[in-house]
């Protein structure tokens, strides 16, 4: 087991780099190798109205001229190690982990990263609690009745919500229950959970809801599914033979399987949800991490995207890692191979 | 066992599969399916391949007709080795060598018509027929006890037994000269299972065809065999005809099968002398050395751990590796130890 | 009245192809300590009867009917609570294929000391050391040690003896076996046979062991019931089947299986055609498009069920022929030919 999960760490971490790499080939060569020049991206930083002396200046001060490589390397000594930035106009030392500074604002992007980290946090957590409550109930509930009213309603539902996108979702409830029916706040509202946690799951409750409902759907059709097949197999009817309660055979035996690959999906979901976030965030306008990764995408500001790229893809790299690792707890067979 | 030069000459065969493990692949062991066997069919005569499952029957036969490439060894076909010949000059051989499989469900495909499935191998091997496949087809359905008439139907209108039927037909299309039938009855029912085997020995008389079939039915085998071989993880332990086979089995292991196989009659089972193995087949990824059966043979000395028997002849045509064999009157098990070690 | 009584039972299940009728009139019986063996081709309802008696259609979408007494209680009428409480501790099964029967993420002792707690109210550690207590008596080698392992980690041969050890865990006093050694090599087979002799003797329990291979039943059983479409055609005392056969379908098994124990026929006896489909059952005698003697009934084979009709102390035999009828044919024309074999 230990092995097992030395292996998977420097699998986890092997990923990281390869992710950084190609995030950074994508934001920082790329646009080289389509005619942008060092100095039009050495004049992000000192404004239009430099001379072409200064941006020069600049721009070798910052590296631009060095070999990818030398630059790549320069990133992640920056990230472990921190980095000193030299404008002419004196020093400025930008503490580990250093992922630069915005092009835009001038302002170091990591604790702008940390800033923002609660919010979707909270998003991300409180809806996927939701969604696998609520799928997996459904889901083992239809699949027992298999033909029934619940079953069809509660499937018919769920298909709309596969196939329905958030945003759509979302207005419609902000419409219902905001603007009109005044239950909830019209968005944008955010308290830190230390502050107020009442406030804070008050204004995140429509949030969360319209994102679980997405991941909830599919939830429950996959539960569903794995019900209805595991619920035949022969060591359900052995379960039944011993004298089991038809309760424990449902819970112990069928869910038990069942869960498997639903786990696995809920952590890959998991990671993907930043995804889901940025939409549900706009829709909403939290100020998490979703929205910061529009802004930054819109104004092109470099270093705020490798922030959040690095970061998400943290968040995908390590949710899959912890649900391997979950998974060989669970099924004892994935551990021998 | 007519000839002398044999059909198919099978010389140290072996296939090992190899075990990989990490993200590179890197091979940690092989499993030794096949290791190292030798065996001759003639024309006209039937091998049976008999052993437990594992043992590498499937593999034989998959190496034979070349949809497996042997890891060495030599495989003789009609005066031509082709143990390594590539897929473009094996084409035209495989018009000579066809195979059965076990499962006459998932051999079929479900959308294919019979007459479709049945001349497929014509269109394949782009041969012509005189008065159209279609008319050779219906020949061939005629002859496997089919109706003509079924060549639009389906394969899910049929049984068991008739798409074991339809598979044969299919197999018999191009006359081949050699049939590998891997367990072709082990799927149907009893009372289906004998019509398979007779229509099986009545197209070997009328078509003077060859086979090998595997089975792990020691009764099936003795029925339909002229030889028999039998198989325990990867070798084989024991060849002979099939009379001296079942009425002087000389290796421990073939004696212990025939000890196993329940008898059909009431008053047997109370007055049985049984042999009785301990334990399972070990795994074929760690075989014991030596002697692969020293772990469950009640025969079983120290040289059984250190040296392993070779197939030797111990009377006419009985092939036999066992230091110790029993009912082998003519070499007294010193004799044979000595030999071999 | 017998410890086990099924008198009439009828399983329906009603299809959108139609009332599949599996089980359709079967009475039979067991006492404690005795064997009965049911014998019948894929489908004849062999698993339906048994998951009947266990209670396990109910709640599904099957229809039954008839008698089902256990020990002096009848079960057809009996709560679903009431049933559920007898499964497990008054009659278990063991079932045909032992990895896919257990549950994969739960070691096979944590299986067996379910299947323990559920009867028996005490705490995990003393139903932990009944667990390795049944693993031992079933021969699993440091069953101690084995109590942790899943059922991937063992063999076939073990699954299966897990399998016992879970099922007699409660001591029932009637043990169901369904194919219990159909997956297994035959050497296992011979184990898995002696070790459910054994036990079956330790534990005074009724069994009934069911399959297709009447090797096994011959092994196992006192009586036997052979099943066709459904109904009971021959039911008697393992020597009145094996030695005086009087249905025409316990003819064609005896003459479809090629047997070790005599010399080869030249030819297997098969029976014709395939086995009748459940929803369309021929009309009269079930097997009449399959036997060979249909003729000598007349039209009585095509629009009369015959009665399941003594003919001596207590073999009972389902067919229009008469009784001396039958055995001339036995005599004269079908035994002379099993036994040139
Ligand atoms: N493609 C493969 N890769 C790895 N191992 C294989 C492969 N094919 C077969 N084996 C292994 O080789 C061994 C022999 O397999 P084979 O199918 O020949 O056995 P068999 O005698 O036909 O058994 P059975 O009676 O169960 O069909 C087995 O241990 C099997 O797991
Ligand atoms: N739940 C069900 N719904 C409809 N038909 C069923 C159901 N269960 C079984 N049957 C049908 O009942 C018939 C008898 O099935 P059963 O499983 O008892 O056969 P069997 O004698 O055990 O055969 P085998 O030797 O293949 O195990 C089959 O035709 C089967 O298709
Ligand atoms: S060589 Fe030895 S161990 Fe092997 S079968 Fe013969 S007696 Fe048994
Ligand atoms: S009743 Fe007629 S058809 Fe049926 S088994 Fe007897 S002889 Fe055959
Ligand atoms: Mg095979
Ligand atoms: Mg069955």
């Known amino acids: 087991m230990l092995t097992y999960i030395i292996r998977r760490l420097i699998g986890a971490f092997a990923m990281l780099v390869v992710i950084s790499m190609v995030t950074f080939g994508i934001f920082y060569v790329v646009p080289q190798w389509a005619g942008a020049t060092p100095e039009a991206m050495a004049s992000r930083y000192v404004g239009r109205a430099a001379t072409p002396e200064t941006v020069h200046l600049v721009a070798e001060r910052l590296g631009f001229y060095d070999p990818v490589v030398v630059q790549y390397g320069n990133f992640v000594k920056g990230l472990f190690a921190g980095a000193q930035y030299d404008y002419g106009a004196g020093v400025e030392h930008c503490p580990a982990p250093c992922f630069g500074y915005s092009f835009i604002t001038g302002q170091p992007v990591w604790p702008d990263l940390l800033d923002r980290l609660p919010v979707t946090f909270s998003l991300a957590i409180g809806a996927a609690l939701i969604w696998v409550v609520a799928g997996v109930a459904v889901g083992v509930l239809s699949a027992l009745r298999r033909g029934s009213f619940f079953d069809r309603l509660t499937m018919g539902t769920a298909l709309a919500g596969v196939s329905l996108p958030i945003f759509f979702t979302g207005m419609i409830s902000l419409v219902v229950f905001s603007y009109g029916l005044g239950w909830t706040p019209p968005g944008g509202a955010w308290t830190d959970f230390s502050e107020n946690p009442a406030e804070w799951a008050y204004n995140l409750l429509l ?102 790229v690095l970061v998400a893809a943290m968040f995908v790299v390590i949710a899959s890692l912890v649900v391997d690792l979950l998974y060989a707890v669970v099924d004892p067979r994935v551990r021998l191979s | ?30 499993v030794k399916a096949v290791d ?68 006459p469900y998932s051999s079929l495909n479900p959308r294919h018509t019979v007459g479709a499935i049945v001349g497929a191998p014509y269109r394949i091997q782009g041969v012509k027929t005189e008065n159209g496949v279609k008319k050779a087809v219906q020949d061939i359905l005629e002859l496997v006890g089919l109706n003509p008439e079924h060549y639009n139907r389906y394969p899910h209108e049929f049984s068991g037994g008739q798409r074991q039927r339809i598979g044969i037909a299919r197999t018999l299309a191009l006359k081949p000269k050699l049939i590998i039938a891997d367990e072709p009855v082990s799927a149907l029912d009893v009372s289906i299972q004998a019509q398979v085997v007779n229509l099986l020995e009545d197209l070997q008389k009328e078509l003077d065809l060859t086979y090998v079939v595997i089975a792990h039915d020691l009764s099936v085998v003795r029925h339909i065999s002229d030889r028999v071989a039998v198989m325990y993880l990867g070798k084989i332990v024991e060849v002979a005809d099939r009379k001296s086979l079942y009425s002087v089995p000389m290796h421990p292991y073939t004696n212990a099968l025939m000890s196993a196989v329940p008898v059909p009659d009431p008053k047997v089972r109370k007055d049985r002398d049984r042999i009785r193995l301990k334990g399972d087949v070990p795994s074929p990824l760690n075989p014991p050395p030596a002697c692969r059966f020293h772990t469950r043979c009640w025969k079983a000395q120290d040289i059984c751990k250190k040296v392993e028997p070779p197939l030797a002849q111990m009377a006419e045509g009985h ?23 | 009245m017998s410890f086990l009584d099924v008198k009439d039972l009828k399983i329906h299940f009603p299809t959108d192809d139609g009332l599949v009728k599996s089980v359709d009139g079967l009475s039979f019986g067991v006492e404690r300590g005795k064997t009965l063996g049911i014998v019948g081709e894929s489908g004849s309802g062999k698993s339906v009867t048994s998951l009947g008696i266990l209670g396990l259609h109910k709640g599904g979408r099957a229809r039954l009917s008839g008698e089902i007494w256990l020990d002096g209680e009848e079960l057809i009428g009996a709560s679903t609570e009431h049933v559920r409480s007898l499964r497990g501790k008054k009659m278990a099964m063991i079932f045909q294929d032992p990895l896919s029967s257990m549950h994969p993420y739960y070691t096979v002792g944590q299986q067996i000391i379910e299947a323990y707690r559920i009867h028996n109210d005490v705490s995990k550690q003393v139903a932990r050391k009944h667990a390795v207590d049944m693993l031992g008596r079933v021969g699993i080698p440091e069953p101690a040690r084995r109590v942790d392992s899943y059922p991937h980690e063992f063999s076939g041969g073990m699954r299966q003896r897990a399998m016992i050890a879970m099922a007699l865990s409660c001591d029932p006093e009637l043990l169901i076996a369904d ?56 039911y008697g005392s393992a020597e009145d089947v094996f030695y005086r056969p009087e249905h025409p379908y316990t003819w064609g098994l005896l003459g479809s299986m090629p047997r070790l124990d005599r010399e080869p026929t030249e030819r297997l006896l098969p029976i014709k055609g395939s086995p009748p489909s459940l929803i369309n059952v021929p009309p009269g005698c079930a097997f009449h498009p399959r ?48 036994e040139t074999q």
Request: hydrophobic share 40%.
């Open chain 1, 207 to 308: 949030p969360w809801i319209t994102l679980a409902f997405l991941f909830a759907a599919t939830y429950a059709r996959l539960t569903r599914a794995g019900m209805l097949e595991t619920m035949g197999e022969d060591y359900i009817r052995t379960a039944r033979a011993k004298g089991l309660r038809e309760r424990q055979v449902v819970v112990k035996h069928g869910l038990r399987a069942t869960l498997t690959p639903i786990l696995t999906l809920f952590g890959i979901d998991f990671g993907l949800l930043i995804g889901g976030a940025i939409l549900t965030e706009t829709t909403y306008t939290l100020p998490g991490l979703g929205q910061y990764a529009i802004l930054a995408i819109r104004t092109q500001d470099m270093p705020q995207v490798m922030g959040v």
């Open chain 2, 1 to 30: 066992m007519s000839e002398n030069e044999p059909l198919l000459s099978v010389q140290n065969m072996e296939k090992h599969f190899p075990v990989t493990k990490g993200l590179f692949k890197r091979q940690v062991g092989a």
């Open chain 2, 36 to 103: 190292g066997i030798s065996f001759d069919v003639f024309k006209g005569e039937t091998l049976g391949l008999v052993g437990e499952s594992g043992c590498g029957k499937s593999t034989t036969g998959r190496l034979v007709t070349r949809l497996l490439e042997p890891t060495a060894g030599k495989i003789v076909f009609e005066g031509q080795d082709i143990s390594h010949m590539g897929q473009g000059r094996l084409r035209p051989l495989r018009r000579d060598m066809q195979m059965i499989f076990q499962d």
């Open chain 2, 319 to 341: 092939q036999v590796a066992c230091h110790f064999p029993e009912n082998a009157p003519e070499l007294p098990a010193a004799e044979t130890a000595a030999k071999t070690g």
């Open chain 3, 179 to 234: 194919e219990p050694t159909t997956a297994l090599d035959v050497t296992v087979q011979a184990q898995i046979l002696d070790l459910m002799r054994d036990l079956q003797r330790e534990f005074n329990s009724a069994l009934i062991i069911i399959t297709h291979d009447l090797g096994v039943v011959a092994e196992l059983s006192d009586d036997i019931l052979v099943m066709y479409g459904g109904k009971c055609v021959e």
């Open chain 3, 291 to 338: 036997c060979p003697y249909a003729e000598r009934t007349g039209d009585k084979a095509t629009t009369e069920v015959p009665a399941l009709a003594e003919t001596e102390g207590g073999h009972l035999v389902r067919c229009h022929m008469s009784r001396e009828e039958r055995r001339g044919l036995w005599e004269n024309e079908i035994k002379p030919v099993l």
